[in-house]
């Protein structure tokens, strides 16, 4: 985490990532991710899971949605997943703009944990799953810097925390020192830069 998560405005993130829904294609929906057993619309069905979580866990409205593991289920999407996901993910950057969403503890994945740490934790969910969904689809990805920054700290820190070779997501991949930010956070996510998007 670094020490400016709490002022991080989620709000060019989200937007980012709705860019990239509105360029997927339904025929696309089948394509497989860099994330293990998703395909496109999986991954899509988890950023909108993940975006009502942590918009609650931002909100304190602790309940079904911020008690649910990520793994519980497979997430999928429904006939009208753009808007809804567009919804959602203004919704989240709206609750995180709000100081006491950064205060106190909350509870995300079934998990208690400050608020912080939890804003940081979205921080690298939305930018590590905006790298999985524009791999994934064949389009170009530029996240915003201040939300990748915050997740290279998370990752960094969860790394470090490990053994160096066991990241928050797997195994980290080993990626050269002076490679892009995008791509050392990636690889400390346990993916490799270099995931083959289609064909």
């Given amino acids: 985490m670094t020490p400016d998560s709490a002022t991080l405005d989620l709000g060019p993130q989200t937007r980012i990532l709705v860019r990239l829904a509105e360029g997927v294609s339904d025929a696309r929906l089948a394509d497989p991710t860099p994330c293990p057993d998703m395909a496109v619309r999986n991954l899509l069905?988890?950023?909108?899971?993940?975006?009502?979580?942590?918009?609650?866990?931002?909100?304190?409205?602790?309940?079904?949605?911020?008690?649910?593991?990520?793994?519980?289920?497979?997430?999928?999407?429904?006939?009208?997943?753009?808007e809804e996901l567009t919804k959602v993910l203004?919704?989240?950057?709206?609750?995180?703009?709000?100081?006491e969403a950064w205060t106190g503890m909350t509870r995300a994945g079934g998990f208690d944990l400050p608020g912080e740490a939890a804003g940081a934790v979205v921080a690298d969910e939305l930018v590590i799953h905006g790298w999985d969904l524009a791999r994934a689809t064949g389009q170009e990805y530029r996240p915003d810097p201040a939300a990748l920054q915050v997740a290279y700290g998370l990752l960094s820190a969860a790394a470090e925390e490990a053994d160096q070779d066991t990241g928050m997501?797997?195994?980290v991949v080993a990626v050269p020192a002076d490679a892009p930010l995008l791509d050392r956070a990636v690889g400390l996510s346990g993916r490799h830069p270099g995931w083959p998007g289609p064909a």
């Fill in 45 to 82: 069905g988890h950023l909108t899971g993940l975006a009502v979580a942590f918009r609650d866990a931002a909100r304190k409205d602790l309940g079904v949605t911020t008690d649910t593991g990520p793994g519980a289920t497979v997430p999928d999407i429904g006939p009208g997943w753009r």
């Fill in 169 to 171: 997501f797997g195994p």
């Fill in 90 to 99: 203004g919704e989240l950057a709206e609750a995180w703009r709000a100081p």
